[in-house]
């Protein structure tokens, strides 16, 4: 079966670093997405790798390993209004995401 | 700034009532999705289509049916409200090429009495 996981729920300080781990087992791969969802609303497209390596969008990052099904989201200078669940979802073989349940992170001052 | 847009936003309503959840997008994209989420649990697509008068079933059983008459316009129709069907429904739309890049509606939250 298809699965994708990540940690239920994280918490950081503000001003600080914290990277949000997923692993995947999809049938194919076309690409990996982040999305953040703030409570009660609907997910924001991030992020996305499809090669191996680092990709760097201001305060965030990500990274893919493709041969180790693995996959993070880095938030740098944390802010409170990253409070938010971080999604990650796959692009399999047939061009369907497959989604994680999500990671709720917890920012405190 | 996403132009897609779902209505009713919140509803409530009364088993074996029929309704139908709204969706439309003006970003001219050909795929569009209905997907139900539940509060910290993953979102399940429900429906998809990839063009006017193309309409797919997705990995969650459901009683809902879709249309895709317009290119723009995509709702979501239970013919028989349960309090199973109680639940966030989110439409989202991607352009062709672009599959992992969804643009979501803000939800309609749906609570069968």
């Known amino acids: 079966g298809q699965n994708i996981d990540q940690p239920t729920e994280m918490t950081a300080t503000e001003g600080a670093i914290v990277q949000i781990n997923c692993t995947y087992q999809t049938s194919g791969f076309n690409g990996l997405f982040w999305y953040q969802q703030h409570a009660g609303e609907a997910p924001t497209f991030l992020s996305y790798?499809?090669l191996d390596g680092l990709e760097e969008k201001g305060r965030f990052s990500s990274f893919l390993s493709r041969s180790k099904g693995y996959s993070y989201l880095l938030l740098k200078e944390l802010q409170m209004k990253d409070s938010a669940s971080y999604l990650c979802?796959?692009?399999?073989?047939?061009?369907?995401?497959?989604w994680g349940a999500g990671t709720k992170l917890i920012i405190k001052p | 700034e996403a132009d897609i847009y779902q209505t009713p936003r919140y509803l409530v309503i009364g088993t074996g009532k029929k309704i139908t959840l709204e969706c439309s997008q003006t970003?001219?994209?050909?795929?569009m999705y209905w997907y139900q989420q539940d509060p910290g649990m993953e979102l399940h697509l429900i429906h998809y289509?990839?063009?006017?008068?193309?309409?797919e079933k997705g990995d969650l059983s459901s009683e809902s049916t879709v249309s895709r008459i317009r290119t723009e316009h995509f709702p979501l129709t239970l013919e028989s409200a349960r309090p199973s069907h109680t639940s966030q429904y989110l439409c989202?739309?991607?352009?062709?090429?672009?599959?992992?890049?969804?643009?979501f509606g803000e939800g309609s939250r749906l609570t069968v009495l």
């Open positions: 979802a796959v692009l399999d073989s047939n061009y369907q995401l497959i």
């Open positions: 989202a739309s991607s352009a062709s090429g672009e599959a992992g890049e969804l643009f």
């Open positions: 790798n499809v």
């Open positions: 970003m001219g994209h050909d795929k």
């Open positions: 289509s990839y063009g006017v008068n193309s309409t």
